[in-house]
């Protein structure tokens, strides 16, 4: 459901800007496997993509990229 693949991203969300000692990739994949085992289907493919998305902003430097103009420095 959406609310509960909200509450799933939130929380991972959460996760990646304030456990930086949790690498950002693993922290994705128990996120994606957490959501594969209640839904299925699409649901951990785009669970997948949008922490992807977020864990490459927020935690740029640790995926080898520049941190986007305006993002805080972890």
């Known amino acids: 459901s959406v609310a509960s693949s909200g509450a799933i991203l939130g929380g991972a969300g959460c996760g990646l800007v304030s456990r ?3 690498p950002a990739r693993g922290g994705i994949d128990g996120y994606v496997a957490v959501s594969g085992a209640c839904f299925g289907g699409d649901e951990p493919g785009f669970v997948n993509a949008a922490l992807d998305t977020i864990a ?3 935690r740029a430097v640790e995926f080898g990229l520049p941190v986007p103009e305006g993002e805080l420095d972890f």
């Open 20 to 22: 930086l000692a949790v």
């Open 56 to 58: 490459k902003r927020k």
